[in-house]
């Protein structure tokens, strides 16, 4: 073949999410769209808080073209690093500096560079915990890394610490972490955090290594109820973090998102220069120039959460009373539901029939189990429930 294999078979098949996707636009043109109950994507649908367009409308104004559109620095504009570093202290009490964070474009890039700054070797191992975002499988193995899953815990859908130990080895690199989790929308707990920083201490000395934990955490605002989702660093030192504002500010079309290298990291200063060699390997050149300068003045705003709440309420009660086994989310968008036949694949095409759109988990890494993205307008939800219905009595 006269170009990649791999990239050609990576490029050639479409994600099953996005397959979903399409296949609703066509039933709509059929059945009308108030007659298609699409669940599939993970498309924020909370506006952006009115200070993103605000800030927008006055750099726009106030800025000249080469201040608003021009390169920055590879690692971002020092005003919008010193501002989100700034907003984690006050907000965490961490004690970090400019010069820990990366800009990025998006999570995607963030676990991209991460991933690639930390691979050694083609016998370093990145493991993820199921269930997982399907795409974490692709980034590792595109960085040259083995990827490795612990299978879910379904009771809680925290971590199974037994299988991860067994897993732990001298190759391995890093554990990725991601709560608030997409698919199950569970918050890992302290008691969670604290236990895999223990374990990881633990192995770490045993093998002679450091094993980082990567935390990719798209979501770590949209909560509900209360809970707290604990900042990672302030646990385990060998830790990056993966931020994106695609989730909390709404934007995910822009891009944009950051690294962050604490300096407790083992050797810090050369981990940050790997991330900045990884991110000139892959081509970054510098995240968004006007998305930058919207984060310095937008950072720690967030599109509506109690909007995602609504639905989470709406849909969670709704199915549980019509006999399904749903796992209550506390964060993100997406629910977990248990199929009613151990075959997921064919409870969703059955689901199809009614034309209602769920995601198979078994690329998430949990077979039996279906996600429901509820970043979906409410009335939707609330019409949907007949074909919730059709779907149980077809069972
Ligand atoms: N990580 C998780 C868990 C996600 O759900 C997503 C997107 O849905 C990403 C990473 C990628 O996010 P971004 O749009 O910031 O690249």
Redesign the pocket.
């Known amino acids: 073949m006269f170009v990649s294999e791999s990239m050609y078979e990576l490029g050639s098949k479409r994600s099953a999410i996005r397959e979903l996707f399409e296949y609703g636009k066509m039933r709509a043109a059929v059945v009308g769209p108030e007659n298609v109950y699409d669940f599939s994507l993970?498309n924020p649908t909370v506006p952006a808080p009115e200070c993103v367009n605000e800030t927008i409308r006055e750099l726009t104004q106030k800025l000249d073209s080469i201040s608003l559109h021009g390169y920055t620095s590879a690692q971002g504009d020092l005003e919008t690093r010193k501002a989100i570093s700034d907003y984690l202290n006050n907000t965490y009490e961490t004690h970090f500096n400019p010069d820990n964070f990366y800009m990025t474009?998006?999570?995607?890039?963030?676990?991209s560079i991460a991933f690639k700054a930390l691979t050694t070797c083609s016998e370093d191992e990145i493991i993820a915990v199921a269930p997982f975002?399907p795409?974490y499988r692709v980034f590792v193995e595109a960085a040259g890394a083995k990827f490795g899953v612990v299978a879910p815990d379904t009771e809680h859908f925290q971590i199974d610490f037994g299988q991860l130990e067994n897993m732990l080895n001298k190759n391995t690199k890093a554990v990725i972490i991601?709560s608030p989790?997409?698919p199950s929308g569970a918050v890992y707990s302290e008691q969670t955090i604290i236990k895999l920083s223990e374990l990881l201490k633990k192995k770490s000395e045993e093998f002679g290594t450091h094993i980082f934990i990567i935390t990719?955490e798209?979501?770590r605002e949209i909560v509900y109820d209360g809970v707290t989702v604990p900042y990672v660093t302030k646990y385990y030192d060998d830790t990056i973090v993966?931020y994106?504002?695609?989730?909390s500010l709404s934007l995910?079309g822009e891009?944009i998102?950051f690294i962050l290298v604490p300096d407790e990291a083992y050797e810090s200063k050369k981990l940050y220069a790997a991330v900045c060699g990884a991110g000139r390997a892959l081509g970054y050149v510098c995240a968004p120039s006007l998305f930058q300068k919207v984060i310095a003045k937008c950072v720690g705003q967030t599109g509506d959460v109690n909007l995602y709440k609504k639905n989470r309420d709406l849909l969670y009660d709704g199915l549980t009373e019509l006999g399904y086994e749903c796992f209550k989310p506390d964060g993100?968008f997406y629910m977990f539901v248990k199929a009613l036949e151990p075959d997921a694949e064919k409870f969703c095409e059955k689901a199809k029939e009614e034309d209602l759109l769920l995601v198979s988990a078994t690329d998430f890494g949990c077979p039996g189990y279906v996600r429901i993205s509820y970043c979906v307008d409410e009335d939707m939800i609330k019409r949907s429930f007949k074909a919730f219905k059709a779907l149980k009595e077809k069972y």
């Not at 474009?105 to 676990?111: E, I, T």
């Open positions: 993970g474009m998006g999570a995607a890039a963030s676990l975002f795409e991601n989790n997409n990719d798209p979501y993966c994106s504002y695609s989730k995910p891009r998102g993100a």
